[in-house]
């Protein structure tokens, strides 16, 4: 479908970017060796171009391509001149700033792997933050770390013993190098790692070559007819999937003008994300399924709010809810918001990012089905007499990327019934960044086998759970069994008696952590609950909504003498219920 | 109004809005001792000090806040340079 008043700027094959880097390059056809690299080549024109208003503490700084470039040189020329080799990672824990978008570009100059790690919150106790990293650095190997001259001491201190060359952005800003640099990865070669799953020690980096990003944006931005005139407005940070390709790489790629807020500021002053749509027009938008309920709760719906510019916003990250949008819609009608604007995206970090994505301009489909069918046959009626759940459609796959629904012998379901969801097609990851045999279980004969469990009708994707015990909190992944293991390690809870559920409530839009711990001290309870979380807190970033610490033997146990999260979780919530009576 | 006579208002906001039941709340109390006191509801928190005693809450500041003893200290000095 052409948008109004953009069917001649837009070319449906291939955005006008590319189409003219590609003319820049002198070819017909699309280059197979072309890499994120051949992007920041820009021509004196498009130089002075506004690659992103970068706001922070109530000031904006414009980033113009040109700069951007200029900036990412002096990184890379920096790196080079510390030792740090073509192929190595460099992490990068650096606060929100433009040195981010710079260090990371400047480390694909100089032909290294750049990944972004999450800073540290003041709430975070440094020793732990630094010791929870250990295994990481440990894996990464050679490489650099990139961080403040004020974070050295603590990590020399608390995770010693390292290979890592550790860099300074003071250093790098002072820096003189006269080296020249422009590598020239090959398109099969990792640009990046992404951090974004499980907690610090035991982070997994999805490694992603230049091809498969830019296969993953070209279809993306196809997807949603992304032309000149968008623009795209966010709070969100860049170690995550989200932040980084749909809020960074795309704009950077399609050459759309991006506006990047501080994720903190915005969490404590939400109303700033219209502020910034309004003064730029902003025209897109992804926001988690929380951050919708956190803008109906915060922000007064104003006879100045004008939110008449925007194209969409984009649940995705964590499930989505047709309640959500609901909500959403009727508190900033007024302002411009209506039911067509809101869509869905089912995205993941080893397919780069978006996996499916609605029709914009069309409004997203629910299903409302049996629910007692859908849970214990995975069988999806739209038949029934009893209670039934609604769930939202997260769209067809992108071009290039194929969904299949399988059951736990990985034989291909029909549509309308609940399996695993499997992706394959041209823009899948290349592995974990040396977990080889993590690597092996989830990738097979060109498929990833993502955990997580849905059904296919009419084409679209519908999810409706996971296999596993993954815990989205605000969009942000976490493994139970490793909350778990942490929570062990505290002392004063009794050795292995501990669990981590998640717990949806629907007025955050999101889950929330509980961990129940069955006391094996003498400790007060709120002494031990307030330990558990900072210790949770200091090495995951993670804010646990709830302890509850139970007498020894609370904890309910499966047949088979595992401690059973479904069943404890509903204890807990019994629990709860009565509190509130 | 000292930041003592400001603590019981407070300690009213925090429990209404983050609907943890009536705990003890005190100087020290920091969001981590409190059930459901996360960054989100935080935010909502700081929306209704701001309405209820007349003030904006200067963001750089809020950010930096270690316990409800200095939220309280920093509305006490909100009101008194007001």
């Known amino acids: 479908m052409a948008r109004k008043g953009h069917a001649l700027s837009f070319v449906p094959t291939e955005s006008r970017f590319f189409r003219r880097a590609l003319a820049e390059e002198d070819c017909g056809v699309v280059e197979t060796s072309e890499t994120i690299v051949t992007f920041l080549r820009v021509t004196e024109e498009r130089a002075k171009e506004v690659f992103c208003y970068f706001w922070q503490s109530g000031a904006v700084q414009v980033i113009r391509r040109g700069a951007l470039r200029q900036e990412a040189e002096k990184y890379a020329r920096f790196f080079r001149a510390q030792g740090v080799q073509p192929g190595e990672v460099v992490l990068i824990i650096l606060r929100h700033s433009p040195d981010l978008l710079h260090a990371f570009l400047g480390a694909m100059l100089a032909g290294a792997i750049p990944s972004f790690m999450p800073f540290p919150t003041s709430k975070q106790e440094p020793a732990l933050y630094w010791r929870s990293h250990r295994q990481l650095f440990a894996r990464i190997g050679t490489g650099a770390l990139l961080t403040y001259e004020s974070n050295i001491a603590a990590v020399r201190e608390h995770a010693p013993d390292q290979p890592l060359h550790l860099l300074t952005v003071e250093q790098a800003l002072v820096s003189q190098c006269a080296f020249v640099v422009d590598a020239d990865p090959s398109a099969e070669a990792v640009a990046f790692l992404q951090h974004s799953s499980g907690t610090t020690g035991l982070k997994k980096g999805v490694a992603l070559t230049h091809a498969a990003v830019l296969r993953q944006v070209r279809s993306y931005a196809t997807k949603l007819q992304i032309t000149q005139e968008d623009c795209i407005v966010s709070w969100l940070p860049l170690y995550h999937d989200m932040g980084l390709i749909a809020c960074f790489l795309l704009p950077l790629l399609t050459g759309v003008p991006v506006v990047m807020l501080d994720p903190f500021e915005w969490v404590a002053r939400p109303g700033m994300l219209f502020e910034a749509i309004r003064q730029y027009r902003g025209t897109l938008c992804w926001l988690p399924n929380f951050a919708f309920h956190h803008l109906c709760r915060t922000v007064r719906s104003t006879p100045q709010l004008d939110l008449r510019s925007m194209r969409a916003w984009i649940d995705c990250s964590e499930p989505c809810r047709a309640e959500t949008f609901r909500i959403f819609a009727h508190t900033f009608a007024r302002a411009g918001v209506c039911a067509e604007q809101l869509q869905v995206c089912y995205a993941m970090a080893e397919t780069v990012f978006a996996v499916t994505q609605t029709d914009l301009g069309v409004m997203p489909r629910t299903m409302t089905v049996d629910a007692a069918a859908l849970r214990t046959q995975g069988a999806v009626c739209s038949v029934t007499t009893g209670e039934t759940v609604s769930i939202l459609s997260t769209g067809r796959p992108i071009s290039g990327l194929d969904i299949a629904i399988v059951d736990n012998t990985g034989q291909r379901l029909p549509e309308g019934r609940v399996g695993e969801i499997a992706i394959s097609g041209d823009c899948l990851f290349a592995g974990y960044y040396k977990l080889e045999e993590e690597t092996r279980r989830k990738l097979r004969h060109g498929w990833y086998y993502t955990g997580d469990l849905g059904f296919l009708h009419a084409g679209e994707l519908f999810v409706t759970g996971r296999k596993h015990d993954l815990i989205i909190v605000h969009g942000r992944n976490y493994y139970a069994h490793e909350l778990e293991y942490l929570v062990n390690q505290v002392p004063g809870v009794h050795p292995g008696r501990n669990v981590a559920v998640g717990w949806f409530r629907p007025e955050a839009g999101s889950e929330e952590v509980v961990i129940i711990a069955e006391s094996g001290d003498q400790l007060e309870d709120a002494t031990l609950a307030s330990r558990i979380k900072q210790t949770v807190l200091d090495q995951t970033g993670l804010l646990v909504f709830d302890v509850h610490v139970a007498p020894p033997g609370w904890l309910v146990k499966t047949t088979s003498g595992k401690i059973s999260r479904s069943e404890n979780l509903r204890k807990y919530q019994c629990l709860a219920d009565l509190a509130r009576s | ?82």
């Open chain 2, 1 to 82: 109004m000292t930041s003592e006579e400001i603590l019981p208002q407070l300690t009213r906001i925090i429990i209404e809005v983050a609907h943890c039941g009536p705990v003890p709340i005190n100087r020290a109390t920091r969001a981590l001792d409190v059930r459901g006191w996360d960054s989100l509801t935080h935010t909502t928190i700081l929306m209704q000090i701001e309405d209820h005693f007349g003030l904006r809450l200067p963001l750089e500041r809020v950010l930096n806040l270690r316990n409800v003893g200095e939220l309280a200290d920093l509305i006490a000095e909100l009101r008194h340079s007001a």
